[in-house]
């Protein structure tokens, strides 16, 4: 088996940013490891799809986002809570199905709003949040508030026709979106070469204008860096652009998927010589950033976060039954 991946090359960040980069993926990928453990114990029911592998995209995405930037994603969405500033507490919370969550218990894994933190949810139907995002992009250049709008998806999705409508639409309007394909190789299940006639995806875009490029998602400062350019060019008014952000991820599409479509060696190789929080943790310890007890300390601060988070799900309330007619609508008063 290969080495892991390191690195001598210093990077353009300063050592505070980068661990903060660390702790945040490693907040991810503790987070939802638990999460994996709760379902196990039938406590998250449902769907449950885990971002373990795939920390490197989010985490880079925001690292550039700005206060007021939106974010809309799919179903495999705990990852993106997490990295805008969504409490673990709510977020597991809803995972469970408790009064505590943000949706108060009625969304679950896949439905989980949050105005504050401009977060407008995953979206169960494949491809759905794609138009939603432009529309999130939509308002921002009507506006004229200079956010922009964050709007991912996955390489499955990418073979959606709404998609497409959207980029024509997008490129039209010049409206202020990246559209932010999470490429994890396998989409539900199917190898990207079996199910793509076109290997990069995020050239599809030149039909519509749309410029584009291919990321290594398993860098959070690559995907920094790119999503420094592709927001550079929303905010200046040239219209959307594309982010193929090739990452991978290390368990099944869901937590109910075996992933017998590829072989244990495969992960196993991918785990040691590209995992993205190992890569920073490297950084850090190479260049004299921190120690091997001072990572362990942040190790340590976060399980207990993800654990406290994990026991507050435990024993906030199921949702009472008429919480299930409450927010149906939008309040008539407020919209008056």
């Known amino acids: 088996m290969a080495a892991r991946r390191t690195t001598t090359k210093k990077p353009n960040v300063s050592k505070e940013e980068l661990l903060g980069y660390y702790r945040d993926m490693l907040m991810i990928r503790r987070f ?21 592998g795939q920390e490197a995209v989010v985490v880079g995405m925001e690292a550039a986002a700005e206060e007021g930037d939106k974010r809309i994603t799919s179903y495999r969405d705990h990852g993106h809570m997490l990295a805008c500033g969504m409490d673990p507490r709510g977020v597991m919370a809803e995972l469970t199905g408790r009064e505590g969550g943000y949706s108060r218990g009625k969304g679950g894994s896949m439905h989980m709003f949050s105005k504050e933190k401009h977060f407008y949810g995953g979206h169960g139907i494949v491809g759905a949040q794609v138009p939603l995002g432009a529309g999130l992009a939509f308002a921002n250049k009507y506006l004229e508030n200079g956010r922009v709008s964050f709007t991912y998806f996955g390489d499955g999705a990418a073979n959606q026709g709404q998609v497409y409508e959207t980029f024509n639409m997008a490129a039209l309007w010049a409206l202020p979106v990246i559209f932010v394909i999470e490429n994890n190789q396998y989409a539900m299940g199917t190898a990207q070469a079996r199910s793509t006639s076109s290997q990069e995806i995020h050239e599809r875009g030149k039909a519509f204008g749309i410029p ?12 920094k860096a790119a999503s420094e350019k592709a927001i550079a060019h929303c905010r200046a008014g040239k219209g959307p652009y594309i982010l193929e952000v090739k ?56 399980k207990d976060i993800v654990n406290d988070a994990a026991e507050f799900s435990k024993q906030s309330p199921e949702p009472p039954l008429d919480e299930l007619w409450t927010d149906i609508y939008a309040d008539a008063a407020q919209n008056a």
Do not use: W
């Not at 638990?34 to 971002?51: D, E, R, S, V």
């Open 32 to 52: 939802e490891e638990k999460a994996g453990q709760l379902y196990g114990m039938g406590l998250i029911g449902g769907f449950c799809h885990l971002y373990i």
């Open 212 to 223: 584009g490029e291919a990321v290594d998602g398993m860098d959070v400062l690559a995907v």
């Open 247 to 302: 990452t991978y991820r290390y368990r099944g599409h869901s937590m109910s998927d075996p992933a017998k479509y590829r072989t244990r060696e495969e992960v196993q190789k991918v785990r040691e010589e590209r995992d993205p929080i190992e890569a920073v943790r490297q950084l850090l310890l190479t260049g004299n950033h921190a120690t091997e007890d001072e990572l362990k300390a942040v190790d340590k601060e976060i």
